[in-house]
């Protein structure tokens, strides 16, 4: 894990609030593997408080490139950064998804910014030469992010594009009308869906790993402020920040209020 300030390369509003921020590390795009997160402090007075977790949503020679949603102070700050300014970040942290599993098929469901994770992801299954089909569930059009993704099928809540329903409800279908097929899932979103992905993994009997969003104090595993319930062991509960944040669907158990 690294500590440091890394200069800012790159920021660009992509969508309704929707923005990129790109930083130079090289030391730490080499350490970094899919499915990891980074802790941002977005800056230097008390509010807010605690350091940002945002996944790595890209890597690209030496540079490390995030994908946010405006949704609080925190994120207003960052979106506001410029080029040339030194981000203080702490990474890669937490556990990676497994992208060189026994599988030659990987399904990737990503809600609203859950869709961050998948284009590192991305990348690693396919130098794995592993085939991809990626369903990615939004609000509306203009909240879709399908760069750097493969084979995309899109489901909007309010049919400004493609399926007219839940990417829940979309991947559903697509089983029902293949099913020949043995992937494994990989899933990133709000916890209703991630529920809902795991409930369907344990019917079809497909591997499934979830990467949860929880909210985050520390993000290294002292303040025991992330907990996820576990169902396979006798701990209880698992810290998404140092345990996970991605997780074997069948080791946890996501509560409705998470
Ligand atoms: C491992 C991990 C990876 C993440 N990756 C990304 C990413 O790639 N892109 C991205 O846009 N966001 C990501 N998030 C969520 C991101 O960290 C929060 O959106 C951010 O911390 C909000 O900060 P803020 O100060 O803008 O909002 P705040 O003022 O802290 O919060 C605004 C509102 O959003 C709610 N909120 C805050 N954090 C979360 C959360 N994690 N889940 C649900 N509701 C929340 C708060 O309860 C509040 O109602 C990730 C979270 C985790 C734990
Ligand atoms: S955020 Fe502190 S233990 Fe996870």
Do not use: W
């Not at 977790?53 to 700050?77: A, C, E, M, W």
């Amino acid at each position: 894990m690294l500590h440091n300030f890394y200069p800012i390369t790159e920021i660009s509003q992509i969508g309704e609030n929707i923005f990129t921020l790109t930083f130079r590390s090289p030391e730490m795009a080499s350490e970094v593997r899919p499915g990891q997160f980074i802790n941002i402090r977005v800056n230097d007075s008390s509010t807010p408080l605690l350091r940002r977790p945002f996944s790595i949503y890209h890597v690209d020679r030496g540079k490390i490139q995030i994908l946010f949603n405006t949704i609080g102070g925190g994120t207003k700050i960052l979106s506001g950064k410029n080029i040339r300014e030194f981000l203080d970040v702490i990474g890669p942290l937490g556990k990676p998804f497994t992208s060189n599993g026994n599988f030659k098929l990987a399904i990737l469901v990503a809600g609203g910014m859950g869709v961050a994770s998948l284009p590192f992801l991305t990348t690693s299954l396919t130098n794995h030469g592993i085939s991809i089909e990626t369903f990615l569930g939004a609000r509306t059009s203009n909240q879709l992010v399908t760069k750097y993704l493969k084979n995309v099928h899109i489901a909007t809540d309010d049919g400004s594009e493609g399926y007219h329903g839940t990417v829940v409800e979309m991947l559903l279908e697509y089983f029902r009308q293949n099913k020949s097929i043995r992937p494994m899932i990989f899933a990133c979103g709000p916890p209703p869906m991630l529920r809902k992905i795991s409930a369907i993994a344990d019917d079809f009997n497909f591997p499934c790993e979830l990467s949860i969003e929880s909210v985050m104090a520390c993000g290294i595993g002292i303040c025991q402020g992330c907990p996820v319930e576990r169902v396979d062991s006798e701990k209880k509960y698992s810290l998404v920040c140092k345990d996970g944040p991605v997780f074997n669907s069948k080791t946890i158990r996501i509560k409705a209020d998470d």
